[in-house]
């Protein structure tokens, strides 16, 4: 299949920062049989509804045509359904083990691979936080939120625990 023959979907609304964009080019590189396991999915006007940035990465290494397996067809999905599959192509619905990783797995090609590994995986950073002096509190925050309306109605209880020593007054909006 030629390259060109497939469309960038305008409507993406995933993006990819450049380390990452680069680690994916490189594990199409070195992997490419995962294209093959995990194909691009594209509707019957040839625009990608999954595996847009495996696309642009396949255009940035020089690639012009493709093994047909690595593009799978979804002619048969309604609007709604390409929509919804743009989407949930993209959600991460589980979570890492990340004790199961760190006893089986490497750390550096996890991280090669594209995974975000907890710092604390780094021995030094272990360290850091284990040597670090845990202070008493010398005050303590109270955040309290409320509707724009009621400052006026607490503004005397407000004004009253403003005047004990030792308390600050802090006022943010959202």
């Known amino acids: 299949m030629k390259l060109n ?3 960038s979907n305008p409507n993406n609304p995933r993006v990819i ?3 990452k964009f680069e680690k994916l080019k490189k594990s199409i590189q070195e992997f490419p049989k995962m294209m093959k ?3 691009m999915v594209i509707n ?11 696309l642009k990465a396949l255009k940035e290494l020089g690639y012009k045509e493709i093994p047909d397996e690595w593009v799978k067809r979804a002619d048969e999905l309604t609007e709604d359904e390409q929509r919804r599959f743009i989407i949930v192509d993209n959600v991460g619905f589980g979570e890492h083990d990340w004790e199961m990783l760190s006893n089986e ?3 550096d090609e996890l991280e090669e691979w594209g995974i975000d590994c907890p ?3 780094n021995e030094n950073e272990k360290t850091k936080v284990e040597e670090k002096e845990i202070k008493p509190f010398s005050k303590t925050h109270i955040l309290l939120s409320f ?3 009621k400052i006026l109605e607490l503004k005397p209880f407000l004004d009253e625990i403003l005047q004990i020593d030792g308390i600050d007054y802090e006022q943010s909006s959202n």
């Open 5 to 7: 023959d497939i469309k």
């Open 17 to 19: 920062k450049d380390e």
């Open 37 to 39: 396991l995990r194909p």
């Open 44 to 54: 019957a006007d040839s625009i990608v509804l999954g595996g847009n940035m495996r």
């Open 105 to 107: 797995w490497n750390i």
């Open 119 to 121: 710092n604390a995986w």
């Open 147 to 149: 509707a724009p309306n």
